[in-house]
């Protein structure tokens, strides 16, 4: 049979395309709520990274256009010029040979001197001997001729003539005579033979003694490493460090370091106001003008200096307020830096501490030979301090800029922030991506007659799986559009703001950043394409007849499972929970990731605030008062006649390891303490804090090795017990131990500690004192950094969770939407359908939360102890029972909402439903 | 009507069961007929006779266990999965007892997407016209009834212009007067444009309409019939 004319169309464009559109938006709510998530989202990591690479650049450019130091080191006392510019050379000394000569020329003079000394007793006495001899020879002489003459004198009167006749003649000719005998004795070959035996003997002692004390030194500071001179440019960089007084705010305490104007490096970028331009005016910080609510214009004390605040500026080497670079996190609340002119500067009564800024002449290529830059210098720096004519100048501190907290803490976290957030996003998408492939599967159990009669006419497994997967990938790519116009525009600034609350950083432009589009979009895009690859295109390889048969299980369950006699509605429950499994599994990754989430939003303020309120309670006593010197001007120790006062002593060692150098604070405790009681310790043995035991999972019985900090000097000890104090990283000792150990006095100690304040002792013996709003400061920074977000960031985590239980249960309902049609033609009351088809759901939430309750704690503890690892000190993750019903509720508010939406659902599936063809 | 009108479908010695041991149970057991192109003929059989079976292998989304089907030359059993899926989207147009329509598209969407699948596609709204559908082509197939949805679905099998028109049972979920209505369509989508039409059906009314009859029971083929007094759609009562 021959066809009839026909007349042919256009093919026309793939209509599965344009369904993929009516399907957004015939399920416009699903696809909003992932789309506002996603959107949301991208946008504040498109935000974190616009701002974190913009920052990073400006603070990158600040290096160079504000002369940021290379390091600086602090000195004892001024330095000679001849010092710094030994220093300069970057050349290590020749220790043995200047301590040699120097040993030489002091042996010389003193035995020199004792040779002239032994040389002029020796003649005097000669000559006095002589003279004695040569007197009584010319008194007897005479009592003779007077004899002869008939006078014969007594011995009494002999004795008095010849010690008249001596008095004499000492006085007339023993000086020139000794003189005399002087010269010719010192021009003896006897004399310089002396000489030469004793500087012999000498130089052989100094030779033995040095030769011993370099080999130790020389293994200490390793220096007999050979290195080429690391040439260096040293600037003065004296500061103060004193009390910050506001006058308009009485309750306010901190403290200020204080620079004098600075013209070569470390330089600075005001951000409101101008430079001081007379004494009587400062510049400080910005971010801690902002803390302590200091504008221009106001007057602050530094100590008993008042100045007038002319500006707020970014200081080159201050991105974080770091007091100590040993300090657990910088403080910008309580400190504070400023700088003023040189006549301001010497206003300020307090002792300057002699600080020196240092810039390699050749800089280094990279981190590492910067790294190993720093150490030759260092080598450099202990052996000209050693060798300076300036006597008993010692490096009080010495911090390259790689490991200048102040300097690499904000660069460093800046940078963490980025990948944290990164990470939070690639989650966020991988639970959507799973929520879309359970949908999808749902939807190819509905439409699977549909997809049967396509694959038998012809469509392919690829053209399906485009069209199952371009809803999907279609919302990823508006969601990351709209996102990253919003981390460019709003976000970046929300960003900018959090990082402008917290570090001290100069003026960023927001620049173009692949990056953040890469991963916000390109990899959200391909995680949303692998995991909904993976879970439809299994399915989508069944034949077309099992499609048309409905015949989706690749297993299928031979027989249903056996049930106990329970009431009908208990059967039907655990029925609906059987057939709804791989939702309920969603539904519990769901639930535990909101839970991680709101672990995070939630344990980060109840641990600092945890902190802030136990620290006091941890504290072994209320004040530590370290002495920069336990002798006063006379001499006298220097003491207080505060009752509760104990000595104690300490030191700071290192914790060396790949990851960070932990500063460990090393306490020697005086026997029968009233504030550290610790046991009888066995020799070679110490306490440690559990802040270390937890930190480093240290035990009884273990050993631990600590270094000196700027010496290849290594102590190691077997742990007595764990002690219980959090408040740091601490090793405790006997005092008499420390003092042995540390090759100390027995009598030596660093300071006191006492319940009561110790305010008795003049400041300037103080070198450094530890309250206990020190112990808190970490809280304090981490709580106003971070406190005020974390509260926004748990509603976020209410909204998340009622996103996902409302993806994940509408699922669930419209899976069995056609049961549950039938069910109401059957006569069910919708009270009755909704406790069938919620209950199940409710249980899975509930008992999910427990479980997820339980992991997201472990997970965040774990996180939280990464965290803590790579800072100094340490405090765990605190999550008290408050906390976890704070983060129950939290979820179960959320799902509350969801289950009248749910309901409402329910009510709303039309009884026809059930009648109609399956389709 | 030329040996190779006649020998357009071959099949022979088509073997096929289900289960294995004691459950296996033979749905097909060695068929042979031929089909000539552009014939209407009419798979007829009680329930479990086997004819949806030997449809779903005709039409390359089932397998046989023995035997050979020759379509236009070509040799189902040598066909890849890849290739089976091409010779459905160039040769075959499929209609079953259920529409299997796409809710949310209308109807000429639901119809373009047979066009999709073929180069040369007919004009779809004057295949509206033909289907009666015209006036509703920018309905939801909800708000269209029975019949209407399977002429949605037919219009979906032919619009490619498809070698073969496979029906499953196209009238089992209609009324009498609408089955007739479809019966009538199917007859003149055969005289129009000329496909080969193999329909499946347990009603013995509408093998008068066939060219070609073929009886099945138990999965043998118990009537091989050309049919010389075919009546029209519009003649047959059941």
Not at chain 1, 516 to 537: E, H, K, Q
Request: proline share 3%; net charge negative.
């Amino acid at each position: 049979m021959e066809k009839e004319r026909i007349s042919s169309g256009r093919r026309p464009g793939n209509p599965l395309r344009r369904r993929v559109w009516k399907d957004m938006i015939r399920d416009w709510k699903r696809y909003l709520m992932i789309c506002i998530m996603l959107v949301v989202t991208i946008g504040f990591v498109s935000g974190m990274y616009v701002t974190n690479n913009s920052m990073l650049h400006s603070l990158d450019s600040s290096i160079k256009a504000l002369r940021r130091e290379n390091g600086h080191f602090r000195l004892s006392e001024k330095a000679d010029e001849d010092t710094v510019k030994a220093i300069e050379t970057g050349v290590t000394a020749d220790v043995p040979e200047v301590f040699r000569e120097r040993a030489y020329n002091e042996a010389e003079e003193e035995v020199r001197k004792a040779v002239d000394e032994a040389v002029e007793e020796n003649v005097r006495t000669q000559v006095e001997e002589a003279i004695r001899t040569q007197t009584e020879a010319a008194v007897d002489e005479q009592l003779q001729q007077a004899e002869k003459a008939g006078m014969k004198a007594t011995e009494a009167e002999r004795t008095e003539m010849i010690a008249a006749a001596f008095d004499t003649a000492m006085k007339e000719n023993y000086d020139k005579a000794v003189s005399d005998a002087l010269d010719e004795a010192m021009k003896s070959e006897d004399y310089v033979k002396a000489f030469d035996d004793a500087m012999k003997e000498a130089k052989k002692e100094i030779d033995k003694e040095i030769d011993e004390k370099y080999t130790e030194l020389s293994d200490r500071y390793g220096l007999d490493e050979k290195f080429d001179p690391v040439p260096v440019t040293v600037y003065e960089d004296f500061y103060k460090d004193t009390d910050e007084i506001l006058p308009a705010d009485s309750d306010y305490s901190g403290r200020i370091r204080i620079y004098s104007e600075r013209a070569d490096i470390d330089l600075f970028d005001i951000l409101k106001g101008r430079a001081p331009q007379n004494s009587s005016e400062i510049i400080i910080d910005r971010m801690h003008a902002d803390n302590a609510k200091i504008s221009i214009g106001d007057t602050i004390k530094a100590g008993n200096a008042e100045f007038e605040v002319v500006g707020v500026a970014f200081f080159a080497d201050y991105s974080a307020l770091y007091e100590s670079n040993t300090d657990t996190m910088f403080d910008a609340l309580t400190f504070d830096v400023g700088m003023t002119t040189e006549e301001g500067f010497d206003r300020i009564d307090a002792n300057t501490s002699y600080n020196y800024a240092f810039t390699y002449n050749s800089p280094p290529a990279d981190k590492y030979e910067e790294k190993e830059m720093s150490e030759h210098f260092l080598k450099s720096l202990i052996t000209q301090t050693a060798v300076s004519d300036t006597e008993d100048l010692e490096i009080k501190d010495y911090v390259p800029a790689y490991a200048n907290q102040a300097l690499t803490f904000a660069e460093n976290d800046i940078g963490k922030d980025k990948a944290m957030a990164g990470v939070l996003l690639y989650i966020l998408t991988a639970v959507l991506a799973f929520i879309f492939a359970v949908n999808i599967s749902s939807t190819l159990e509905k439409e699977s007659a549909v997809i049967g009669t396509l694959r038998a006419s012809g469509y392919t497994r690829g053209e399906m799986l485009r069209y199952y997967m371009s809803a999907p990938l279609l919302l990823v790519v508006i969601a990351s559009v709209i996102g990253n116009i919003l981390g460019y525009t709003v976000f970046r600034n929300i960003v900018a703001d959090m990082y402008y609350n917290t570090y001290s950083l100069p003026k960023y432009v927001p620049l173009w950043t692949p990056e953040a589009f890469i991963r916000t979009t390109v990899i959200p895009f391909v995680l949303m394409l692998v995991i909904n690859f993976a879970v439809i295109t299994k399915t989508l390889k069944l034949s077309p007849l099992k499609f048309l048969r409905h015949d989706l299980k690749k297993s299928r369950r031979k027989k249903a499972v056996r049930l106990p006699k329970w009431g009908f509605f208990a059967r039907f429950r655990t029925r609906v929970f059987l057939q709804n499994i791989p939702n309920y599994i969603m539904l519990f990754v769901g639930v535990t990731f909101v839970m991680l989430l709101i672990s995070m939003a939630v344990g980060l303020p109840e641990t600092l605030s945890y902190y802030q309120s136990s620290m006091k309670d941890m504290m072994f006593a209320e004040d530590q008062v370290i002495l920069s010197t336990t002798e006063d001007e006379d001499g006298n120790t220097i003491t207080t006649p505060d009752e509760n006062a104990e000595r104690f002593s300490i030191t700071s060692l290192e914790r060396k390891s790949d990851m960070y150098n932990e500063d460990v604070s090393v306490y020697g405790i005086v026997s029968g303490s009233r504030y550290v009681k610790l046991g009888s310790c066995e020799e070679g043995s110490v306490y440690v804090s559990k802040a270390y035991a937890d930190k480093y999972g240290i035990r009884k019985g273990d050993t631990i090795t600590l270094s000196e900090k700027y010496e290849h000097k290594d102590y190691t000890w077997k742990v007595q017990d764990i002690y219980d104090y959090s408040g740091s990283v601490s090793v405790f000792m006997g005092i008499a131990q420390f003092n042995e150990v540390f090759d100390r006095d027995a009598d030596d100690f660093s300071g006191y500690m006492s319940d009561t304040m110790i305010t008795d002792i003049d400041k300037e013996y103080i070198a450094k004192e530890i309250t206990s709003q020190d112990m808190t400061k970490v809280a304090d920074q981490l709580d106003h950094s971070m406190g005020a977000y974390m509260t926004y960031f748990q509603y976020v985590c209410f909204i998340v969770a009622a996103i996902l239980l409302f993806l994940l249960t509408k699922i669930i309902i419209e899976k069995n939407e056609r049961s549950i049609s039938m069910a109401k033609i059957l006569g069910y009351e919708n009270g009755e359908i909704a406790s069938i088809y919620l209950f199940p759901t409710a249980l899975v939430v509930f008992f999910s939360e427990f479980l997820a309750m339980y992991l997201g704690y472990k997970i965040m503890a774990g996180f939280w102890k990464l965290i803590m690892m790579q800072m100094s000190g340490w405090f765990g993750f605190v999550l008290p029972a408050s906390g976890f019903v704070k983060e129950f509720l939290l979820v179960f508010a959320a799902y509350a909402v969801i289950t009248v939406l749910d309901f409402r659902r329910i009510r709303r599936i039309p009884k026809v439903l059930a009648l109609k063809n399956v389709e | 009507m030329s040996n190779e009108e006649k020998m357009f479908l071959s099949v022979s010695g088509l073997k096929k069961s289900f289960g294995s041991g004691e459950t296996r149970q033979e749905v097909l057991r060695g068929l042979d007929f031929t089909v000539a192109k552009g014939e209407f003929c009419v798979l007829l059989g009680p329930s479990g006779s086997g004819k949806s079976t030997l449809l779903n292998i005709l039409g390359g989304i089932d397998s046989a266990d023995e035997g050979e089907i020759v379509i236009n030359g070509d040799k189902l059993a040598e066909m890849n999965e890849k290739s089976l899926t091409r010779y459905r989207r160039k040769h075959l147009g499929y209609v079953f007892q259920m529409y299997n329509l796409i809710p949310n598209l209308n109807v000429k969407e639901n119809i373009e997407t047979g066009a999709y699948l073929s180069d040369n596609p007919l004009d779809i709204d004057e295949l509206l016209k033909i289907l009666g559908l015209y006036e509703h082509r920018h309905k939801l197939p909800n708000q269209l009834s029975g019949g209407q949805q399977q002429r949605v679905s037919i219009g979906r099998a032919i619009v490619k212009n498809p070698d073969i028109l496979l029906c499953d049972e196209p009238t089992g979920a209609l009324d009498y007067k609408t089955s007739k209505e479809i019966l009538r369509l199917i007859e003149e989508v055969n005289q129009k444009y000329g496909n080969t039409i193999i329909m499946v059906t347990h009603n013995e009314a509408i093998k008068q309409m066939a060219d070609h009859i073929i009886k099945l029971r138990d999965g043998m083929i118990r009537h091989d019939i050309i049919n010389t007094e075919k009546l029209s759609a519009a003649e047959i009562e059941w």
